[in-house]
């Protein structure tokens, strides 16, 4: 029974039916007493695979002795290899702990080196693989320090094992690697920094105080693949929501002007990862960024702009444009100047909707952009936006892009309608030279609107899906869609605007955000509704309906809204105008 030929048939029966299977099993269990019969059972094609596969069945006597049996064979480290490639990893963490030194490398080695699941990774570090693996890179030779740092860099690939390699203490030595002088070491460096790249990821890693300030110092003095790293791992710091702190430290250490050298550098993953780093960095503090940013650097990011073709670039290099302060005139003149306007148009034009994250962050950013080129106190800059095609792309975006992208649309719409009033062509104007057609009359502005000329929001077919962004779950938006409706309804034009507004079903809309809105929305939606109640038609077709929220906003609502309700309340008659709610 001892010899390769039983041996090989007792294997095969492995795969039998259960009670072939399990009797398989015992008998081998009891053979491996014989020291020579474990070597030869180890070799045979398939049979640790269907061990492991028989520790995981529903057969508990089959399952404890297809564990013994893997205990009995894993005294020889190439067993325990196989084990881990079939995705048992208990012998494989035993060696990490006890084994020897050449041992914990060449389990260290089999980790990097097996194509892992997130899975296995999980039980890798359930299992606790993770602490010895940082001991050999604090305390063992070069060879052990670089199996084990590949090792923990495949293991650093699943978000939970992030947090064991934090706990393990590795932050600081790692570091110490990256400032390392020492030509023995240099090889350990890139691993080091893909390992840090990961463990960025965590909140956690802010316990380590002055971790970003150490590792922009590093960055002039590392290779191109160290820089990436580096580069991500700041980006992700950075992004943390509770590292205001560290952001602002960052800035005063020189971050922006360390950063600008790689706007012009060909290594485009670099590139854009500096670049992700400026976005950032730019929504804290825009002003100080731009400060610091010249007419070169500007031009640079439009190029950028222009010639990139990753979207993830593209989307960095445009949202840093589009936190800027929109008061900075100087800004606006070199964008206009290097005409980015119709290259966003273009980008926004080309691009299909999707629910792609990279594609949604790209129009986020262009229509944050636009709110720039559609700025209420410029005229000429809004004809220029509506001359090239920017109000259609704004209008299809209320209907296609993220929230952020429809608040964002709503904002530039709104700026643009703040001007259609004194735009449009009075129909008793004596001076008009050529005959409008009937289509182009705007009920609501009581004259003609062309979109291109007026920013019309009725004739650029705006106000439905604006309204439809109200009667959503979302409210981010809310806001701004708001502020785009009442400008529909300015002091001449409030009858026309309120009645339009009205047949296009804007009432259950406005309800909706009085219902859930936060105050600065109610106090908009509550300004609209006002006015839609002067008509006395409007009051009669829904007074009944709004009752119960205008009651319940007055006596829970916030303390800000209390005049605005009681005046709505007074148009409905269930107040009195002399209540001391006024």
């Not at 560290?246 to 002007?257: C, L, T």
């Not at 731009?290 to 979207?311: A, K, R």
Request: some cysteine.
């Amino acid at each position: 029974m001892a010899d390769v030929g039983s041996l090989s048939l007792l294997v095969k029966s492995l795969t039998r039916d259960v009670d072939e299977r399990r009797e398989a099993v015992g008998l081998l269990l009891e053979l491996t007493e014989i020291s020579a019969v474990q070597r030869r059972i180890g070799r045979i094609q398939g049979c640790i695979v269907m061990l492991v596969s028989m520790l995981n069945g529903d057969d508990p006597t089959a399952c404890h002795d297809a564990g013994k049996l893997l205990v009995a064979l894993s005294n020889n480290t190439q067993n325990a290899l196989h084990m881990a490639e079939a995705g048992y990893f208990k012998p494989l963490v035993r060696y990490l702990k006890e084994g020897s030194d050449m041992g914990k490398i060449l389990m260290a080695t089999a980790i990097s080196r097996i194509e892992l699941t997130d899975q296995s990774r999980a039980s890798l570090g359930e299992e606790g693989a993770i602490e010895p693996l940082v001991k050999m890179f604090k305390t063992g030779k070069l060879e052990a320090k670089l199996s084990a740092l590949n090792a923990l860099q495949n293991l650093s690939m699943l978000t939970e094992n992030i947090q064991r390699l934090i706990s393990s203490g590795i932050v600081v030595p790692l570091l110490q690697l990256l400032f390392s002088v020492t030509s023995v070491l240099m090889t350990l460096r890139e691993p080091a920094s893909a390992i840090l790249a990961r463990i960025a990821q965590s909140e956690s890693i802010l316990v380590n105080k002055d971790v970003a300030q150490q590792m922009l110092s590093l960055l002039n003095l590392s290779s191109p693949v160290i820089q990436f790293h580096l580069l991500q791992a700041l980006n992700s710091i950075a992004s943390h929501s509770r590292a205001s702190k560290v952001r602002k430290k960052m800035e005063e250490s020189g971050a922006v002007q360390l950063l600008l050298p790689f706007l012009t550098e060909s290594n485009l993953k670099n590139r854009t990862a500096a670049l992700n780093l400026l976005y950032t960095l730019s929504k804290d503090s825009p002003e100080e960024l731009m400060e610091q940013l010249g007419e070169y650097q500007l031009n640079n990011i439009v190029n950028i702009i222009c010639s990139s073709t990753s979207e993830g670039e593209k989307a960095a290099a445009i949202g840093i444009l589009s936190n800027f302060p929109i008061s900075k005139k100087k800004a606006t003149d070199v964008l206009k100047k290097s005409n980015l306007l119709p290259i966003l148009v273009s980008i926004m034009s080309s691009s299909e909707s999707t629910s792609m994250p990279r594609t949604n962050w790209l129009m986020e950013c262009i229509a944050g952009l636009f709110i720039r080129f559609t700025v209420a106190s410029d005229k000429k800059l809004q004809l220029l936006s509506a001359e090239l095609g920017v109000i259609p792309l704004l209008v299809k975006l209320l209907s296609s892009g993220s929230v952020v992208a429809k608040c964002r649309a709503a904002t530039s719409l709104a700026q643009l309608s703040q001007n259609s009033l004194a735009l449009r062509k009075s129909r008793k104007s004596r001076w008009t030279c050529i005959p409008h057609s009937a289509e182009a009359f705007c009920e609501v502005h009581d004259g003609y609107c062309i979109v291109k000329n007026t920013f019309c929001l009725v004739k650029a077919g705006a106000v439905s899906p604006l309204i439809k962004i109200l009667e959503r779950e979302e409210r981010e938006a809310d806001e701004a869609v708001l502020d785009a409706l009442a400008t529909l309804l300015q002091d001449e034009i409030w009858e026309n605007g309120s009645n339009y507004i009205a047949r296009m079903s804007v009432f259950q809309a406005i309800i909706k955000v009085l219902e859930s809105g936060n105050v600065k929305a109610q106090e908009k939606a509550l300004w609209i509704l006002e006015r839609i109640f002067r008509i006395e038609e409007h009051r009669t077709q829904y007074g009944e309906s709004a009752q119960v929220v205008l009651i319940d906003l007055a006596q829970n609502g916030d303390p800000r809204l209390k005049s605005l309700v009681a005046k709505v309340l007074a148009q409905l008659e269930l107040l009195q105008p002399q209540s001391s709610y006024f």
